[in-house]
């Protein structure tokens, strides 16, 4: 039921057309994502902008899911906590790595970890919850 | 020591200059905001984004902050807690409410209610905590 | 589909028999408890304990998740997200007001306001989840 | 600045005289804690309460955050997010694993990881939030 990086690819690139972020990984519990820093995504002070993490969080779960379960139409957020930890660097790529960490009948659960490239310390910390169907 | 609607456009204009929303009041302990809807906030489906809904929130909270506390600066999200309730409209303006439940010396939490404009049905609810510096 | 409050009382005293709390109140769309507080909800200097005030809520939510759906075994808790906000009173009981903002086939969303009897100031707010069995 | 695991022993047993908690290990960053499971922990159908969990996660914060500041007052929980992921075991011991992911001026993060003794799948999953006093 699971499907391939190079389907998810294939499907992100419908769904998000104008997106900047890139399927690094999709494993079999989880996906890292890398999305590209630009004038766009920074806020006066060189801060990346709040939204744009809990962007790629979001999009770093759905693709961990899709990678689980298939190209399943329907799967939506319907949670998401994050916690912002440290400034990220205005000149590094953000990567968003996601593991789930429960795979139920309605509910994948999945944490992601959010660096800036070439750093270990975390710069947010999410936990968020998809909805699936339940007879997919 | 609070900031006016007036003094908080102007400087909301300044950080995002490119910014759909529109401020429509600044209480003593909340404000309102309203969101535009147009192709760049759709996801295929009509369904307005996830991230949208996120980053409305996360301005209406750091704007009701600014109306309590004034134009502080180094004012920022530490946490954001989001349940996506239902769909919302594809054609009408994103409604965000926020409420102040708590306004400390360090930590400022609000709540904020998400609809779609016309309608009363929550589209999500959110809470967040704004950090603010102790000696302001 | 509802069950009255005397039906979830009964319900509720096999369930938790040896409770400290009382239902108050049960309506269409939330539930008000109460919950007595002693030596054994108190920790030292007089605060009442984080995990007595997660308790109360857990259990507004389940209340006004019966009260909209009826007696129904197998509703369990998802997730749980606390804020906590001010000092309760160590002499007051502590009451919980429950709305639920979202009943859906198989996610009910509540939040919950606690406070000490005879203040309007919140304690603490939470937002919880109950997962309820889909063809119920 | 830290405390060592007997002294956080010792205060522990002072200001929860009749928990049934026991401290595993405190280390740099994180703590790990078990939770004894008898008549009182259970509900109706042998299912851990969740309030047991959210309470032995909160605990583990509070030992994680002493091992790595010290033994510092007026130290208080502001948030904790917990997600219930799967039926805990009714005859083995409740393990909590608490891992520091951001220790600030005034607000520490961590993580906590439920399980079930002698098994590695989560039972729940726990992110919480202490604030320390800045001068400390």
Redesign the interface.
């Known amino acids: 039921m699971s499907a391939t990086k190079e389907e998810i690819v294939a499907f992100m690139a419908?769904?998000f057309p104008s997106a900047k972020f890139t399927i690094e990984e999709v494993g079999d519990n989880g996906a890292i994502l890398a999305h590209d820093i630009g004038k766009d995504e920074l806020?006066?002070g060189g801060t990346v902008s709040?939204?744009v993490l809990?962007?790629i969080a979001?999009v770093a779960l759905y693709v961990a899911t899709l990678g689980k379960i298939g190209i399943v139409p329907l799967t939506?957020?319907?949670?998401?906590?994050?916690?912002?930890?440290?400034k990220p660097s205005a000149e590094a790529r953000i990567i968003a790595e996601c593991s789930l960490?429960?795979v139920g009948r309605?509910?994948i659960?999945g944490?992601v970890s959010i660096y800036s490239e070439g750093s270990r310390d975390?710069v947010a910390?999410v936990?968020g919850?998809y909805?699936v169907p339940?007879n997919r």
Do not use: C, Y
Request: charged share 20%.
């Open positions: 419908v769904e806020r006066p709040g939204p809990m962007s979001d939506v957020t319907t949670s998401l906590n994050i916690n912002f930890l440290r960490i429960k309605t509910l659960v944490e975390l910390h936990v919850t909805a339940p």
